[in-house]
């Protein structure tokens, strides 16, 4: 959730303290912190007064005012970094610099313009991929380079020289049969697959890397601008005198060289780059908001000037790109000629607009690029501002015309342009070679590491809402989920559960029991999830800020002050979770000792909880009451009057069932530019924080799961949300796509953002089921639930000034598609795990475009309203208010898809129309693929952990058919730690199905047996045995139906860890 600056569209009531609009002008506001500058310490009261006021002057509209964020013309890097044009390179490789190594190249290259010499690093690295550094050679302070997002420094291979000449040189790339011909003048690489070109770096001459230098009206500046003159009208002189003692007699002196003196011709070479400076792109710089920039009315300095990098690349041969999340669009991403590049940047952005590039809450910097030959994938390694220009030689081509040019056997190749800009660091970018989808997954999870495996709870129904009003309002949530026999695991928190915003505590007077509310939760095994967001409120008597500033934890302003910005709490601290000491104590937090219970306070005493009348402030002397410091160890010996109804704080108020959502974190700065952090303030290392914005969400929901990880000394799996994410965030829990509305687009939308990111390796994705803002009809909540059940993260959310939504509050009709649409979740639950697993293990998407799977079918390259899951199910959702039939693309050449309710079988490709109705749920599964179930659907996952399983058997053309199943506790790293888990192999051939281990390494017990076999696309048997070692045959009950030519096996009582096999004969 998120609150807007003054200037930016809300709803009435987005602030708790407002419940109707305000009539007549807005009060003046709280003023801006000016740049790098903490805002005047205010009271909490004052304070909250400043947030109403923000929410009375917001509630007029209902959609982002795109005026709050930068375009790329407002973005003066940006803008430098476009204004260079396609053309001849400025930039020269010095060949004679080359240096080798086994697995390394280095070279100079230097800009003809301004000769400021640059390092080129290229190494050859093991997995098909290649990785290209370019930094200065010698810059006035280090330019940042992106740590913690690699998982190791990836393993290199051996380079060769192969070729060379007098302006290029040939590399063999390992043993991957590539070559990269590096050309010297205009610099640019190329990259061939035998003689086919794959792909070229600065082919358009747009690499454009602004050097760190002194600000020219700098005190040193000015120094060494005068003694250069001094010293040019001293060397003036002397060849004036020198010119007229060698004059011919009576004639004027002609024209020789002059003599060389000390130093003259390096001073000559300064004037000289000083001229080409002025008239070459540096003179640009200078005017376009290099060392200070105003964005309306926020100030940005500068002090390291314009430290901007761009580099383009050229795919020839591709007409599809796809990546480069977050964005709400479609899954084939556009060009952006005539408009503005991607951009990635975290921001908090309100009910976010739909199919433009804007920025939203997270950024990967991942771009992959596929057609019917390869997949290809580029990888820019820096977390600044980013912008990304896409441009296509074929685009505004219709398909007529297309057509035609084949028919015609002309037209030029299809090819792609793809431009990276980032307002600061190095160029560090790994082009990733497949040829494979699977490769380039495999090889960039190798770099940025794999999904986490969740919990499994986390992978059912979660429950949320802005907010649950106190323990008796969840209680009764809790019971309506059992009392409506509708399935839940999680019921989730927002702010409003905190002391006042405080994160770490509990309301005193809603939530003064947790431990108790958690313990029911427990006894029904279902969990909760609290909010716990990254700004901090200012408040002398609150601990947590207390340790923060006393630690020096907090994000510096330029002057060296801690960062104030607001956020919920009012005057709102930033922890520098760069500082790893600052991420320890942060995860030292989630301790069960730390979360704690406010003061509770009786009615009429005017004082705030934690504020005023803390056991941390002073008020004790003034009245009296003496707190035994054995009883309060934390706070020591305080005087003080304490009625006896009222309560200290109370630690220990959580418990194991207690997981965390990190909210907020890009971060937001309600009164920020862009509602974010000043680019110039500092984090540890005296990094600015435009050097690393992309990277702040991505170390909060770190130190969160390292957080969770800790408090149960290393043995239970986390379960975090994060808003925010980077390249590697899929290593520490699960995000969702921000701030939606409940609009028929917002639902549709949620499909291609979701695979989007499932490309860039973030599997655990999910939207805001019925859509966070406004409130949905009960057409639109019914699909919403219906396509949140086939999507890897399902959560109900919702805005506290919407209808309660929880689902049996629509009608018994809309209960009960309801709770079949969950009931279908839950039944799935092992095929979820199973291939949560295998991208745990591979990187392979959970959630995936079908092209991934039929990479040779060009119908599936922009299709994005239907997708898979893992590679045996697919789904098309119906996204389309009264819709009564969608179009079904069915892929695969000679394949079948059966109809996961009907069991009808459909032969492929074919595009289907499937008439729908309410209860309508389109999905297939893949003939040739077992898919494990539970049918016994109970309360919650883990009361499902002993029930006995059924297998999907869908036969091939062939007869034939093949998947796995994963098991293990379900929750803690054991699997890993001890090899404590079941992968089991099923394989249908030869009409007997068999189950065996897949991996010999896992060994555990299971409660769990087979109680049903489901074969789809079968004929009627004479008898069906089942085999088991050691053991006689068998006999075993079945049932045919031969209108859908469906098997069903009754009970064949094994256990799903033994090996065994069941013979139709």
């Known amino acids: 959730m998120a609150l807007r600056p003054v200037s930016q569209a809300l709803p009435a009531g987005r602030c708790p303290l407002l419940r109707a609009s305000m009539k007549g002008p807005c009060p003046s506001p709280p003023p801006p912190a000016a740049s790098g500058a903490a805002p005047a310490r205010v009271t909490p009261r004052l304070g909250m007064a400043a947030l109403a006021w923000m929410a009375l002057c917001l ?9 709050n964020f930068k375009t790329c013309e407002q973005s003066s890097f940006c803008k430098r970094q476009r204004s260079v044009k396609p053309g001849s390179s400025p930039y020269r490789a010095l060949l004679e610099s080359l240096q080798f190594s086994q697995d390394s190249m280095k070279l100079q290259l230097v800009n003809e313009v301004n000769k400021v010499p640059l390092l080129l690093e290229l190494y050859g690295l093991q997995g098909n991929m290649t990785r290209i550094k370019i930094n200065e050679l010698s810059p006035l302070r280090p330019r940042y380079e992106v740590p913690d997002v690699l998982v190791r420094d990836p393993p290199t291979t051996w380079l060769a020289v192969t070729g060379r000449d007098e302006n290029s040189v040939e590399l063999s790339l390992g043993d991957s049969g590539h070559k990269l011909i590096l050309t010297g003048k205009p610099f640019r690489m190329d990259l061939l ?6 792909l070229s770096v600065n082919p358009r001459g747009l690499l454009h890397f602004e050097h760190l230098r002194h600000r020219k009206d700098s005190f040193s500046d000015k120094v060494s601008s005068s003694v250069g003159s001094l010293w040019d009208k001293i060397k003036s002189l002397f060849y004036r005198e020198e010119s007229k003692e060698s004059a011919p007699e009576g004639g004027a002196a002609e024209e020789e060289t002059k003599p060389a003196l000390p130093g003259d011709q390096e001073s000559s070479e300064k004037s000289t780059k000083s001229e080409e400076v002025s008239d070459g792109p540096d003179r640009a710089d200078e005017e376009l908001g290099s060392w200070e920039e105003t964005f309306k009315t926020h100030t940005d300095s500068k002090p390291n000037g314009p430290t901007s990098v761009g580099l383009d690349f050229s795919l020839p041969g591709f007409e599809h790109v796809y990546g480069i999340p977050e964005h709400a669009d479609n899954l084939r991403l556009r060009t952006t000629e005539g408009g503005d590049p991607y951009r990635l940047y975290n921001l908090d952005v309100f009910q976010y607009e739909l199919y433009n590039p804007m920025a939203l809450y997270g950024s990967v910097p991942l771009l992959l690029a596929h057609n019917t030959q390869r997949t290809l994938g580029i990888f820019w390694l820096n977390a600044a501002e980013t912008w990304v220009d896409i441009s296509s030689n074929t685009a505004g081509k219709t398909l007529f015309g297309k057509m035609l040019d084949y028919m015609q056997g002309g037209g030029e190749t299809p090819q792609t342009d793809v431009r990276w800009m980032s307002e600061s660091g190095i160029i560090d970018v790994f082009l990733l070679l497949g040829p494979a989808p699977t490769d380039v997954f495999r090889q960039y999870t190798a770099l940025t590491g794999t999904q986490a495996l969740p919990p499994l709870f986390a992978m059912a129904y979660h429950q949320s809402r802005w907010n649950y009003n106190d323990e008796e309002d969840v209680a009764a949530v809790d019971d309506g989920f059992d009392t409506h026999d509708i399935p839940c695991d999680v019921i989730w928190l927002d702010i409003e559960h905190t002391d006042g915003k405080r994160y770490f505590t509990w309301d005193p007077n809603k939530f003064s029991q947790p431990r108790n509310m958690l313990g029911r939760l427990a006894a029904k095994r279902r969990k909760m999830v609290s909010i716990v967001d990254p700004h901090i409120k200012v408040d002398s008597g609150y601990r947590v800020h207390n340790e923060i500033r006393s630690r020096g934890f907090y994000v510096k302003t330029k002057d060296g002050s801690d960062y104030e910005g607001w956020c919920w709490p009012g005057s709102s601290g930033y922890p520098d979770f ?30 705030e909880p934690w504020g005023e009348l803390s056991p941390h402030s002073s008020w004790g002397s003034s009245i009296g009451l003496s707190l035994d410091s054995a009883v309060f160890p934390r706070w020591g010996r305080r005087t003080g009057v304490l009625p006896v109804s009222h309560c200290p704080p109370v630690p220990q108020a959580s418990m194991e069932n207690l997981y965390i959502w990190n909210d907020m974190n890009e971060p937001s700065v309600f009164n920020g530019p862009e509602v974010t952090m000043y680019k110039d303030a500092l984090h540890e290392g005296s990094w600015e924080h435009r050097d690393l914005h992309n990277l702040y969400g991505f170390y909060v929901q770190m130190a969160t799961a390292q957080g969770l990880e800790q408090r149960s000394g290393g043995l239970e799996r986390p379960f975090v949300l994060s808003r925010a994410f980077f390249a590697g965030s899929q290593r520490y829990g699960a995000v969702w796509t921000g701030d939606n509305a409940a609009e028929w687009d917002h639902l549709k939308i949620s499909i291609p953002m979701c695979l989007s990111l499932a490309l860039a390796g973030i599997s655990f994705c999910g939207a805001d089921v019925g859509g966070f803002f406004k409130s949905p009809d009960v057409e639109l909540l019914v699909r919403w639930y219906q396509v949140g059940a086939y999507q890897p993260f399902y959560r109900a959310h919702a805005h506290l000034d919407t209808v309660r939504r929880e689902p049996w509050l629509f009608g018994e009709e809309n209960k009960a598609l309801i709770r079949a649409a969950v009931r279908q979740r839950y039944a799935l639950l092992p095929y979820w795990y199973t291939t949560f ?17 039929y990479p040779d079918d060009v119908t599936t390259f922009s299709i994005d309203d239907q997708f898979l899951i893992g590679n045996a199910l697919l789904v098309h959702p119906v996204t389309e208010q009264g819709a009564r039939g969608v179009q079904v693309y069915l892929p695969g050449k000679g394949e079948v898809w059966y109809d996961v309710h009907s069991h009808q079988k459909h032969h492929a490709p074919q595009t289907l129309y499937v008439p729908v109705i309410m209860s309508s749920i389109p999905a297939y599964q893949r003939g040739g693929s077992i898919v494990p179930r539970k049918e016994r659907v109970r309360r919650s996952s883990d009361c499902m952990y002993r029930d006995p399983y059924t297998l999907y058997v869908a036969l091939s053309p062939q007869g034939t058919a093949e998947g796995d199943l994963f098991i293990d506790d379900g929750h803690t790293y054991n699997f890993e730690s001890k090899a404590q888990y079941l992968y089991r192999h099923f394989s249908f051939a030869s009409n007997t199905l068999t ?34 070692p050691g053991m006689a045959d068998t006999r075993l009950d079945f049932q045919h139906e031969p209108e859908t030519s469906v098997l069903t096996l009754r009970k064949p009582g094994v256990n799903i860890g033994a090996d065994w096999s069941i013979s139709l004969r």
């Open 59 to 67: 509630a007029a509209a209902c959609a982002v005012d795109r005026s």
């Open 193 to 198: 697959q035998g003689r086919e070109l794959v």
């Open 578 to 607: 760069t500082n790893p000491e600052m991420r320890a104590w942060w995860a030292s937090m989630f301790s069960y000792d730390q979360y704690e219970v406010g003061w509770k306070w009786g009615h009429g005493q005017g004082v």
């Open 837 to 853: 697993y295998h991208s745990y293990r591979s990187g392979q998407p959970v959630m995936r475009p079908l092209w991934v799977e």
């Open 995 to 1028: 189950a065996r281990s897949a991996d010999s390494k896992g060994v555990f017990e299971s409660p769990a047996w087979i109680e049903r076999v489901v074969i789809l696309g079968a004929g009627k048997p004479a008898a069906v045995f089942l085999r088991q």
